[in-house]
């Protein structure tokens, strides 16, 4: 924020463009996620309740085919944001020790919509999540402790980034390299990017800290290693 000099208010975290209601969303460290118009003035400042209180640390926004802004919080998990005609309508997608269908970890960083409207989550400590509802209306999270028994045991669950490729597969890069996944016939089908034989042909690092689909189809991948 320009008339602020505390460094938790301009250190933004999360950023998306609505081009369709013409606004961008910017998300500080401080947990609160401010709307710019056009001529990039604050319309709005979007919080967990009407009093105020701040989304904890927001790390990244995105935005599904219906509008729905999807926040992904290093504390609070996932939040979906759903403008309405009277302000925002918020939903607080969380990690819960009683429900195995609850979101694996609440670091989350990154979030993405595949073809199919599911949402793809990227936590860190608790691998990917897949979002959707159950049969009853309620959001539901997929993921390695209950029907993703397949997903790699021996790593990938320190996931920073997720990204949708042109042929609808999800990337995901990890600490440990990077899954490529999408769901076909009700299961999730997890693939793991191999590094060729000649190690100068391969990534600087496995070690994932970005990916970015452009739209010729082309992945772009930055590491620790550049």
């Known amino acids: 924020m320009p008339e602020s000099d505390q460094p938790l208010d301009n250190e933004v975290r999360g950023m998306v463009h609505d081009a369709k209601r013409g606004v961008t969303l910017l998300a500080n460290k401080k947990g609160r996620i401010f709307v710019y118009d056009k001529n990039m ?93 159950n049969k009853s209306g309620q959001y539901v999270a997929l993921h390695s402790k209950n029907v993703m028994s397949h997903y790699p045991h021996n790593g990938h669950m320190k996931v920073r980034t997720i990204a949708l490729a042109k042929d609808g597969k999800v990337w995901a890069g990890s600490t440990d390299g990077i899954l490529m996944m999408q769901i076909r016939n009700e299961r999730v089908i997890i693939e793991e990017l191999q590094q060729p034989e000649r190690l100068e042909d391969g990534l600087m690092s496995t070690d994932i800290v970005n990916l970015l689909a452009d739209k010729q189809g082309t992945m772009w991948i930055g590491t620790n290693s550049g």
């Open 41 to 133: 003035q604050v319309q709005a400042v979007i919080t967990q309740d009407s009093k105020g209180t701040p989304i904890s640390r927001p790390y990244g926004i995105s935005m599904d085919r219906e509008g729905n802004y999807w926040v992904c919080d290093k504390d609070m998990g996932l939040f979906k944001i759903t403008p309405t005609a009277a302000g925002y309508q918020i939903i607080n997608i969380c990690h819960n020790d009683n429900d195995p269908y609850s979101l694996s970890s609440n670091a989350a960083y990154q979030a993405v919509e595949d073809k199919q409207g599911n949402i793809w989550v990227a936590t860190y400590g608790g691998g990917v999540n897949v979002i959707r509802k």
